[in-house]
Structure formats: C-alpha cells, structure tokens
C-alpha cells in the first residue's frame, strides 16, 4: 500500500495511505538512499510503501522508500559530516520575510533563494507584517518586488492584522506542497494558523524572538490544505545549508545571471573584473540588479578558497 510521511518523532513514522488512512509506521531493515549519509533516513513528503502490522493499533512497516524527486537537507548542528534531510517531494519553498520587527536582510533571503535552487525548489518571498510598512518599508518593497520578479521569483505582501493577502497566498499554494521557512517572530505560525484554521500554533511574542544559537531539535510536520494541496512546517529551522558549490557554479543559481552566462568572454568567467563579462554589462545597464550582484558577490567571497 503506498503512503506519505506527514511528521516524523525518531524511529516512528506518522504517514497516511492513499485511502487516508493514518498509520503509525516504522522501518525494518536497512534502507540506503540518494548514497547520502543521514541522521533520519526517511524525511517527511516521502512516499513509501507500507504494510499492515496491526490493524487494532494502526501500526505499520516501511518496506519501500520511492525516490525523491527533489530533498532539503540541512547539517547537523553537532555533526558536521551528517546530513539531516528536512523534507522532500516538494513543489516549492516559501520563506517568510518581514521588513520590520524584525528585519529580514536582502542576504538572507539571497542565500534561500540560492540554497532553493541548488535544490531544484522553486522559491516564493512573502513579506508579512505590512500593517507596519510606512514610507521607508513601502519603498523597500516596491524594491524588493521590482528585483525579484524581475529574477523570477513570486513576491507576496501578507498582514495576518490586517487579514490582507492571505487570500492570494492561499491560491499560491493549492494543490501544492510548500515547505515554510524563515526567521524566528516573522510570523510563520500566526499565518499558518490563517491558513490552515483550526491548527492552532503556538505564537511567539517578538520579546521571546531569539533566534540565534537555539538549536531546538524540532522535526517538520506536513499539514493539508483545506483547498488541497500540502504545507511544510519546519519549526526552528533557520535555513537551509549550503550544499557544496564552487565559485565557478554560484551564478547559475541566480536565475537572471544563469540566462546570460554563454555571453560571458570566457567560459570560466566569476564576473569580478574579467574581460567580455556580460554579468557586469547587465549590471551596468540595469538588466540585472545591483544588488542582486552584490549579494553574489557577498556570497561568492564566503565560498572562500576552497572549491568543493
Ligand atoms: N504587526 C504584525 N504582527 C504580526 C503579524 N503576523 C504575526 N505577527 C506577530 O509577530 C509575532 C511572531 O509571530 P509568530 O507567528 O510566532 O512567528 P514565527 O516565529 O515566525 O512563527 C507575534 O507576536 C505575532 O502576533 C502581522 O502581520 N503584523
Ligand atoms: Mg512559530
Ligand atoms: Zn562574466
């Protein structure tokens, strides 16, 4: 019977059937899949086949894991080497951003949108909290939605407030699954509770917002949309890790930049001050954002000497 993994709490699997039937599952043997080393081998989105253990207790084995059509993997906070997939099958990413109490950075939101396409996630932006945009935040957005879209990327204004843009979120996300993420206190759970109603997450006051160096080992847990389609929670997970890339593949995770690297001089071109560079041309004339380069140039230097 085929099935998908909804949350995961160790060695114990919630996933539910085709028939919607939920089993409380678990694996037996040894599994080994995408050759990758994990701390769980089984991710929430997975589809699996199971088999009925106990019909009384609703329990269930694992027999066959199907392959991901695409995983988010981050690394282990105490083991470097070890991977721990978050989730997987996923059509998109969503992160939620605020422009205010508290700020989300342009390289902050750069950095998941590269991580995003390293995985072959698409990406959408919401910036939530608008009932506090004034002049300065009006402007950033306008910025901000300029830039993205531009790059192709869907952008998103939400006020869970204001009740505003939640409507159009909500379409965004239909028949889809959507894995959530972002900054503490940007108000994640607060629009998780306004889209899937009844849910009742718990809300941080933003003077509980702490953010750094919490590592709260919380496992993602997948909800359905009431319209269809499936939403991600990942509670405590900043961001995504950085897989390995080189310095020579960053720009292909920018999208603006990947549809303009065969006009480069040299094929091997990093687009700081080489001749011919048509990355630095685009900039010069506007057709790509400054600081969409500029963030790929913050990035670039962080990859540092080494080149995976
Ligand atoms: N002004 C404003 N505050 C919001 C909005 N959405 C959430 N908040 C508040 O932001 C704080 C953090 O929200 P929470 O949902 O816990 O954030 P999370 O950490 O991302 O899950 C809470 O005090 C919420 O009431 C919004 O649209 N506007
Ligand atoms: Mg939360
Ligand atoms: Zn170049």
Known sequence: ????????????????????????????????????????????????????????????????????????????????????????????????????????????IDRFLVASEMYHVPAVIVFNKSDLFREKEEESYGHFKTMYEAAGYQVFRTSTVENSGIGELSAAMKDKTTLISGHSGVGKSTLLNHILPGLKQKTRDVSGWSGKGQHTTTFAEMFDLPGGGRLIDTPGMREFGLVEVSKQELSHYFPEMRARLNDCQFNNCQHINEPGCAIKEAVRNGEIDEDRYVSYYNILESLGEKSY
């Open 1 to 108: 019977m085929k099935a998908t993994v909804y949350k995961s709490t160790g060695s114990w699997y919630t996933v539910k059937d085709e028939s919607g039937k939920w089993h409380n599952a678990r694996m037996k043997g040894v599994f080994k899949i995408d050759d990758i080393t994990s701390t769980n081998p089984l991710a929430v989105g997975d589809f699996v086949d199971i088999e009925v253990e106990n019909e009384l207790e609703n329990s269930a084995t694992i027999t066959v894991i199907h392959e991901r059509g695409n995983y988010i993997n981050r690394q282990s906070p105490r083991f470097k080497h070890q991977h721990h997939i978050v989730a997987s099958n996923l059509s998109q990413s969503m992160l939620v951003a605020t422009l205010r109490e508290p700020r989300t950075s342009q390289g902050f």
